[in-house]
């Protein structure tokens, strides 16, 4: 009776193998990805990004994407599964790879959305099939994700920003950060910037290699910005409009503060206390609405100078008017 016992569980331990080995469907592994993906997307501007639930610390879900999909951006999280948004609890981006991870609070000690699977990205062989899933960005279309289906084209050893793969599949905008998955349905890669409009993802060993290590920079999300990471969101938000960095953010406050106090000083020299008085008025306003649509710092700098260029254009504006209706009722009381 022992003899059969330990030959039927050695069979069931054999067949549960066999099973295991055996490479999953395309819709059970586009089913399985599909609960652990995230929508990211941004807050009072368009456009999103794609990412997905990895094993994390406790309290927390961790969200792993592409750093390009995060920089410079405030944003909001929205878990497929059940439709849920999220507030960011804290975003880490490296300044060697194009790799991010965004944690948001969760109701208990363990993440209730599901974790994908790491595979081994050194398997990888050119002519292995892919799969992608992701939410491209679709016109009067609600948001779903796309699974995709292509294979490896190149092997690379690891590029600029860790790009390290090449492979063939129809992308849209939007799958940026997006799991790529071996036949297995293991995420081997990260979705990120095509070049040359060839799809590259950066492989999940570059990831489990450096996540610990200096590669990575943490900083917190802009609701809970911590002193030491002021400096980096400054200077990714000027980066992100394509005005240099936060050196450029500087020279800007130094020449709006220098132009606005001058203005002021020239209005109140020359007796125009009610101009001044609603200049100010008018800069205070477009700060306030920086505010009001949360924008970041250089979005903040940037709002006063189009008030207070809207000041300076407004009193040259009135002062022509006020100089042409003076020299026109000079006219006209002259033929008189």
């Known amino acids: 009776m022992k003899f059969r016992s330990c030959w039927l569980i050695f069979i069931l331990i054999v067949l549960s193998l066999i099973s295991c080995s055996q490479p999953k469907s395309s819709q059970e592994i586009a089913e399985t990805v599909n609960k652990s993906l995230v929508l990211i997307y941004y807050e009072n501007q368009g456009g999103h990004g794609t990412g997905f639930i990895i094993p994390g610390k406790k309290g927390v879900c961790t969200v792993l994407t592409a750093g390009h999909v995060v920089k410079g951006y405030s944003l909001k999280l929205q878990t497929y599964q059940d439709k849920q948004s999220h507030t960011t609890d804290r975003i880490q981006t490296s300044p060697t790879y194009d790799l991010a991870v965004v944690t ?10 599901p974790s994908v699977n790491f595979g081994d990205s050194n398997e990888l062989k050119v002519g292995h099939k892919i799969y992608i899933s992701g939410f491209p960005v ?3 279309e609600d948001l779903a994700p796309e699974f995709l289906e292509g294979s490896v084209s190149r092997i ?43 799809p590259r993802g950066i492989p999940i060993k570059t990831y489990l290699a450096n996540f610990n290590t200096n590669a990575l ?5 802009p609701t809970q910005a911590e002193s030491g990471s002021v400096w ?13 960095g936060g050196e450029t953010g500087v020279v800007w406050v130094v020449v709006e503060v220098v132009a606005l106090m001058g203005w002021w000083w020239w209005e109140l020299s020359i007796g125009d206390r009610r101009g001044a008085f609603f200049d100010v008025i008018m800069v205070l306003f477009f700060v306030w609405l920086a505010f009001y649509l949360e924008l970041d710092g250089a979005g903040v700098v940037l709002s006063a100078g189009i008030g207070g260029v809207i000041c300076v254009f407004g009193s040259l504006f009135g002062s022509v008017c006020r100089w042409v209706g003076a020299l026109l009722w000079r006219l006209l009381t002259n033929k008189k």
């Not at 920079?217 to 999300?221: C, F």
């Not at 980096?232 to 240099?244: E, N």
């Open 104 to 113: 948001f609070k969760s109701a208990g000690e363990s993440c209730p959305y």
């Open 217 to 221: 920079t943490a900083r917190l999300a």
């Open 138 to 140: 679709l016109q009067n």
């Open 232 to 244: 980096s969101r400054w200077d990714d938000g000027w980066r992100s409009r394509g005005l240099g």
């Open 156 to 198: 690379n050893v690891v590029l600029a920003e860790g790009y390290g793969i090449n492979y063939t599949a129809q992308l849209s905008v939007g799958i940026s950060g997006a799991p790529v998955l071996d036949a297995s349905g293991k995420v081997v890669a990260v979705h990120g910037q095509a070049k040359d409009k060839l």
